[in-house]
């Protein structure tokens, strides 16, 4: 009973640490779309006001892809909460053996 319990337990915290780094790259994934949308809404809502909007947005994506590591430090944080899920299921899998 007590490696069903462990077991179920590997899965679930694999499963919330794979639904976070989903959750990380998919919500700075929509940041652009977010802040165009929310300017275009601040603007006045027109067709004209969704242009100069998305302008403004595709601006600021263009100056964030001109920094320097900015794509390096993104992607190391999903990076390591990966790992950091990882190893949380491992040290369950080693408790598991030791008992």
Do not use: C, N
């Amino acid at each position: 009973m007590r490696k069903v319990a462990v077991r179920l337990f590997q899965f679930l915290v694999a499963f919330f640490f794979t639904t976070a780094v989903f959750v990380w790259y998919g919500g700075v994934s929509l940041l652009a779309l977010a802040l165009w949308l929310e300017l275009a809404h601040l603007l006045g809502g027109s067709f004209l006001a969704g242009l100069i909007g998305g302008a403004l947005a595709g601006g600021v994506v263009y100056w964030l892809a001109r920094q320097p590591q900015i794509g390096e430090v993104f992607v190391q944080v999903g990076a390591d909460l990966a790992r950091m899920g990882f190893a949380t299921v491992r040290r369950l899998e080693e408790g598991l053996a030791s008992s």
